[in-house]
């Protein structure tokens, strides 16, 4: 396999993006005519980390891979090129999805922003389809997106050969490539069929993109997909715009319950819990408490999800508690926060589902709240399956750096992006997590786990039984129950040996020597067991500097924090007269939507809207000045959005 050249943005060890910055003096032509678009169709003023670097390479014909996380801007990498390979006569790029779900919304908002474009899918009929088919051949289709098994039909492949033929097929994108791959969870054997696209058409450019990052996956895209000669554009995976806060569970639901009155009062949301049971009792429970609530799970009738799905992507403030069945192909932009009520299974998973707040690049929230009984949980799911030994053990080791994380001291985001790949300098903080904002204090509990360790030990020794953490930190404690009386441990040595620390400090020491694996949970309550490495604990040969149970840090609501360097100046929040243009604006915004049949967000962001109600843009010259705003937006509403302004400003 021949080497691919890697350009890297924050990754140590990879190239420097070698390529003149568009919009340069000496930046080429398809850059400067790529900004052109950006600039006209999108409205966006320039292009955001390696995005131009990318839209360069594919428009000029090149093959890329392109791996940037969630929120990145992986869409533009692909819908740029393909404007300016169409205006040069190029003729149609063939978007591969597998997200039926999503085509519609994609294509609304590209013919929103004047952009000929449709999908080609299961939901249309066949007179649909049919015209659809003729917009294709005839050339004016600037984007058409399919599924894989769509594309790879004898019907499709003679369209495409006509139109190869002709020299109109400008680009192929392949989106979600990971899909390509049975190392992740969302296979598709659909995919494997693509290197075929390689294979009849060698001259057509392909670009394929993912958010998944790990060499594995990477390694089998590039096989599978026949990209050796591609170049690969690997983004840092930092999203400097979520605060990662990771509580110790106390009551779980008033603490979410505060999270989101003090912090996200009247926004969209995902609360992830670990059942399907759960779920239902939390979306039930919170729209008790009055906040707008589905329940969403693979338990549920398919009408109902689908429909749920829709109304989270469709309206405006509403929370959706969901299993991890929810989540991908969701592209909602202005999703404020991502919660979980239960551990995810390790990194990766907490990873990419706190990766969908906050695509829009404005301040959003991951909130997590775990607990001993999580850890207990999640170590016996493990234990007690049927995989073999090695997959065991692969288990084990991703649950204990998820552990690691949760129970960190230091910045969570270094720790993250450790996991990833990307190292920063020492002593580098992000600001922009709760163990930054508000750096808790440690404790030094070596003799606390000896303790612990070996009052389980006098346990056994003693009926031979083992107990579950309640009872055991009871007995540290010194804390006299029938429990304590009924088995005779008020008599053991170890009985009172730990008064001086805290119950809460003590669930700390039991999680970390669960999740270090010095002690097994056992059997159907969790009972806790010696494991072999306790004896090197219990010699001391072990060290263990644990976090202090802290209150979880609170922010006033549109106060903002200080950033580590690397992020972008927040917005300015918005004044009293601000905000009611803002709500006026939101008002005429979500009318549009319900005419056209679209989400909100297609018409307008969130941050487009604000950014309106800052300026009070009195003309439209001064109105496409504004990010957000293209040429068809601004032809198409800024009549109407300066009515709203002058309306709402002489009020
Ligand atoms: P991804 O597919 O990588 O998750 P998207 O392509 O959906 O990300 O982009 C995330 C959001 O960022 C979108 O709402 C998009 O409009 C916005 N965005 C992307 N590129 C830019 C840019 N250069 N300037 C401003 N906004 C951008
Ligand atoms: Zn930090």
Same mark, same amino acid.
């Given at each position: 396999m021949t080497e691919m050249t890697c350009v890297g943005q924050g990754r140590p060890g990879a190239d420097a993006p070698g390529a003149a910055a568009?919009?340069?003096?000496?930046?080429?032509?398809?850059?400067?005519?790529?900004?052109?678009?950006?600039?006209d169709v999108f409205g966006y003023p320039a292009f955001r980390g390696l995005q131009g670097d990318v839209v360069e390479h594919v428009a000029g014909g090149g093959d890329a891979l392109v791996l940037m996380p969630t929120g990145g801007g992986k869409s533009l990498c692909y819908q740029v090129p393909a404007i300016v390979r169409h205006r040069a006569g190029q003729g149609v790029t063939v978007v591969v999805s597998p997200l039926i779900a999503l085509m519609h919304d994609q294509v609304g908002?590209?013919?929103?922003?004047?952009?000929?474009?449709?999908?080609?899918?299961?939901?249309?009929?066949?007179?649909?389809?049919?015209?659809?088919?003729r917009e294709l051949l005839s050339g004016r289709l600037v984007l058409l997106y399919a599924a894989p098994e769509r594309i790879l039909t004898p019907r499709f492949l003679a369209m495409m050969d006509s139109l190869h033929e002709r020299g109109r097929l400008a680009l192929f994108a392949i989106d979600e490539a990971h899909?390509?791959?049975?190392?992740?969870?969302?296979?598709?054997?659909?995919?494997?069929?693509?290197?075929?696209?390689?294979e009849r058409y060698p001259g057509v450019p392909r670009v394929a993109l993912t958010a998944?990052?790990?060499?594995?996956?990477?390694?089998?895209?590039?096989?599978?997909?026949?990209? *050796?000669? =591609?170049?690969?554009?690997?983004?840092?995976? +930092?999203?400097? @715009?979520? /605060?990662?806060? &990771?509580? !110790?569970?106390?009551?779980?639901?008033?603490?979410?319950?505060?999270?989101?009155?003090?912090?996200?009062?009247?926004?969209?949301?995902?609360?992830?819990?670990q059942s399907r049971r759960k779920v239902e009792e939390t979306a039930q429970w919170l729209s008790d408490?009055?906040?707008?609530?589905?329940?969403?799970?693979?338990?549920?009738?398919?009408?109902?999800?689908?429909?749920?799905?829709?109304?989270?992507?469709?309206?405006?403030?509403?929370?959706?508690?969901?299993?991890?069945?929810?989540g991908m192909g969701i592209d909602k932009p202005d999703v404020r926060f991502?919660?979980?009520?239960?551990?995810?299974?390790?990194?990766?998973?907490?990873?990419?589902?706190?990766?969908?707040?906050?695509?829009?690049?404005?301040? *959003?929230? =991951?909130?997590?709240?775990?607990?001993?009984? +999580?850890?207990? @949980?999640? /170590?016996?799911? &493990?234990? !007690?399956?049927?995989?073999d030994e090695d997959f065991k053990r692969l288990q084990r080791g991703k649950l204990e750096a998820?552990?690691?994380?949760?129970?960190?001291?230091?910045?969570?985001?270094?720790?993250?992006?450790?996991?990833?790949?990307?190292?920063?300098?020492?002593?580098?903080?992000c600001g922009h997590c709760d163990n930054c904002l508000q750096p808790p204090a440690t404790w030094d509990a070596t003799e606390a786990a000896r303790k612990a360790l070996s009052c389980v030990y006098r346990f056994q020794q003693h009926g031979g039984l083992s107990f579950g953490a309640g009872h055991l930190v009871d007995v540290l404690r010194g804390k006299s129950t029938d429990k304590t009386r009924q088995h005779g441990h008020e008599r053991l040595s170890t009985f009172g040996i730990g008064a001086d620390v805290s119950e809460a400090q003590w669930r700390g020491v039991l999680r970390q020597l669960v999740a270090l694996g010095h002690l097994r949970a056992e059997g159907e309550y969790g009972t806790l067991a010696l494991a072999p490495s306790a004896r090197e604990v219990l010699r001391g040969g072990v060290q263990l500097l644990l976090r202090?149970?802290?209150?979880?840090?609170?922010?006033?609501?549109?106060?903002?924090?200080?950033?580590?360097?690397?992020?972008?100046?927040?917005?300015?929040?918005?004044?009293?007269?601000?905000?009611s243009l803002f709500d006026a604006l939101r008002a005429w915004r979500a009318e549009v939507a319900r005419a056209h049949g679209l989400p909100a967000y297609v018409i307008f962001h969130d941050a487009t809207l604000a950014e309106v109600a800052r300026e009070r843009p009195d003309t439209l010259d001064a109105l496409a000045g504004i990010s957000g705003i293209g040429a068809k937006k601004l032809e198409a509403y800024g009549q109407e959005i300066l009515r709203v302004v002058g309306a709402t400003v002489q009020d």
């Open positions: 568009p919009g340069s003096a000496q930046a080429p032509a398809s850059a400067t005519s790529a900004l052109r678009v950006l600039r908002a590209l013919e929103e922003a004047g952009v000929h474009a449709a999908f080609l899918n299961s939901t249309l009929d066949g007179d649909g389809a049919r015209q659809i088919e899909c390509v791959s049975q190392w992740g969870h969302d296979f598709r054997a659909e995919y494997l069929g693509l290197s075929a696209l390689h998944t990052a790990d060499a594995h996956t990477r390694r089998d895209i590039v096989e599978r997909l026949a990209l *050796a000669q =591609a170049r690969c554009f690997v983004s840092s995976f +930092d999203r400097p @715009n979520i /605060r990662y806060t &990771i509580v !110790e569970k106390d009551s779980a639901r008033t603490q979410l319950l505060r999270f989101l009155r003090d912090e996200h009062e009247g926004e969209a949301g995902i609360v992830y819990c408490e009055g906040i707008p609530a589905l329940p969403y799970h693979a338990g549920l009738e398919a009408d109902t999800r689908r429909r749920h799905q829709d109304r989270f992507l469709r309206e405006d403030g509403l929370v959706i508690a969901a299993t991890i069945a929810f991502v919660a979980h009520l239960d551990l995810p299974k390790n990194i990766e998973a907490y990873y990419q589902e706190t990766g969908r707040a906050g695509r829009d690049g404005q301040d *959003a929230d =991951a909130w997590m709240a775990y607990g001993l009984s +999580d850890v207990v @949980n999640q /170590r016996r799911m &493990i234990d !007690e399956g049927e995989a998820l552990l690691a994380l949760a129970e960190a001291h230091d910045c969570r985001r270094v720790r993250l992006l450790a996991y990833f790949g990307e190292t920063r300098p020492a002593g580098w903080r202090e149970p802290a209150l979880p840090p609170r922010r006033e609501r549109g106060a903002r924090v200080a950033r580590g360097a690397a992020a972008k100046p927040p917005p300015l929040p918005l004044d009293a007269a601000g905000q």
